[in-house]
């Protein structure tokens, strides 16, 4: 089976640095996502990791480390809308799906 | 491309009835999820097709819930008889094995259930 942890919330500045941490346990791997989903919204795709290291996409970026079986999503320059919950999904040994984590609810505050 | 598209978006109905939900995915994926998240449970793989064929059903909860997808442009999800613990939110997604695809997952915006 898989299993992912992440916080259930964090609480940022606008303007600052955030680090949203996921761990995770699978049978066998295949890559991992970061999803952003706004309150009454449906999920949307931010990032994808297979390989170690950082990846980076603007003001996001995304960290794996296999051997740790640990990952992060780095948010800069905080906004307002960055408010939201964070999803950790990781694709394990059966290739077509994904196990989602529950989440970590950003709130930014002004 | 407009996207996974669901219908009907919000949905109220009583204990008992039958309710479907229905999904388009996006032309030229071959993998198609259901979902569904709740406050309580998250979001929690109902059951996923890969060429329309269903791969795997374990997280269907029990047999009043049952999914289809007759081609690749269209899938149900039923829920015969509705039960008020069914009140949830209900995505569909799709993802594609293409080249240069990395499996991503495409959401719909979803089908609010209310059971009463």
């Known amino acids: 089976g898989q299993n992912i942890d992440q916080p259930t919330e964090m609480t940022a500045t606008e303007g600052a640095i955030v680090q949203i941490n996921c761990t995770y346990q699978t049978s066998g791997f295949n890559g991992l996502f970061w999803y952003q989903q706004h309150a009454g919204e449906a999920p949307t795709f931010l990032s994808y990791?297979?390989?170690?290291g950082l990846e980076e996409k603007g003001r996001f970026s995304s960290f794996l480390s296999r051997s740790k079986g640990y990952s992060y999503l780095l948010l800069k320059e905080l906004q307002m809308k960055d408010s939201a919950s964070y999803l950790c999904?990781?694709?394990?040994?059966?290739?077509?799906?994904?196990?989602f984590g529950d989440g970590t609810t950003l709130t930014v505050k002004p | 491309d407009a996207g996974v598209i669901q219908s009907p978006r919000h949905e109220v109905t009583e204990m008992g009835q039958e309710v479907t939900l229905r999904c388009k995915p996006i032309?030229?994926?071959?993998?198609l999820f259901w979902y569904r998240q709740t406050m309580m449970r998250g979001l929690e793989l109902l059951i996923y097709?890969?060429?329309?064929?269903?791969?795997?059903d374990s997280g269907m909860p029990e047999d009043r819930f049952s999914a289809k997808m007759p081609n690749a442009s269209f899938s149900t999800l039923k829920i015969q008889p509705s039960e008020p613990r069914d009140s949830a939110v209900y995505f569909c997604a799709s993802s594609s094995t293409g080249a240069a695809a990395n499996y991503e997952q495409y959401f719909g915006p979803g089908t609010r259930l209310t059971v009463t």
């Open positions: 999904a990781v694709r394990g040994a059966n290739a077509g799906k994904s196990t």
């Open positions: 032309s030229g994926h071959d993998y």
């Open positions: 097709f890969n060429n329309n064929v269903p791969i795997d």
């Open positions: 990791n297979v390989l170690d």
